[in-house]
T-cell receptor
């Protein structure tokens, strides 16, 4: 079955460093991948979408890559800040009708 | 422009009771999705609806769960005869068109606790 996996449950980094989160997919070839941010007690918030024919996409301090050979997307936050602390979710289209499959998320903690 | 609204935010039900969760999509959005998030688990798709139509219910448990999105009013997720295992956060999301080309906008969720 189609799977989205985020292997790191948690990532702790120092303020100012670059955070890199990994998303792997198996058993299918998604046309795009999405990244969301979720804060405790809140719903996910869309951050970026990258299509399979795009190698890289940027938005302010965020950068996403899509490697169809490795079946992997990397999500980078440069110059990280404590306010970036949250759980980050990778998602892609699931069934034929367009439901989203989510990874379990990576909880990022940025220490001052 | 108000975002996706869900109510109630917290709902406590005893085993065997019914739970009704409501979702009002963003203005101009005609597609609604429901997801469930269990503790320490990821978001799991449940159902995808358009006005008066269920498009994909492949993630819905076959019994006790139902969803609707009437012509007027909010989308409703209904859970009959709740059990402890139904305790979870239920999120509604909406999108303006076919989900395959747009991101989804999520509500704050309803946290259901079954005692």
């Amino acid at each position: 079955s189609q799977k989205i996996e985020q292997n790191s449950e948690a990532l702790n980094i120092q303020e100012g460093k670059t955070a890199t989160l990994t998303c792997n997919y198996t058993n299918y070839s998604p046309a795009y991948l999405q990244w969301y941010r979720q804060d405790p007690g809140r719903g996910p918030v869309f951050l970026l979408l990258i299509r399979e024919n795009e190698k890289e996409k940027r938005k302010e301090r965020l950068k996403v890559t899509f490697d169809t050979t490795l079946k992997q997307s990397l999500f980078h936050i440069t110059a990280s800040q404590p306010a970036d602390s949250a759980t980050y979710l990778c998602a892609s289209i699931g069934g034929s009708q367009g439901n989203l499959i989510f990874g379990k998320g990576t909880k990022l903690s940025v220490k001052p | 422009n108000a975002g996706v609204m869900q109510n109630p935010r917290h709902l406590v039900r005893r085993r065997g009771q019914e739970a009704r969760l409501r979702c009002s999509p963003m203005k101009g959005h005609s597609h609604v999705y429901w997801y469930r998030q269990l503790p320490e688990e990821g978001l799991k798709f449940m159902v995808y609806l358009q006005k008066e139509n269920i498009i994909d219910e492949s993630g819905m448990p076959k019994e006790r769960f139902s969803a609707e999105f009437p012509k007027e009013g909010p989308s409703i997720l209904r859970i009959q005869q709740v059990v402890r295992g139904d305790s979870a956060a239920y999120f509604c999301a909406s999108s303006p068109a076919l989900q395959g080309t747009y991101e989804q906008y999520f509500g704050p969720g309803t946290r259901l606790t079954v005692t």
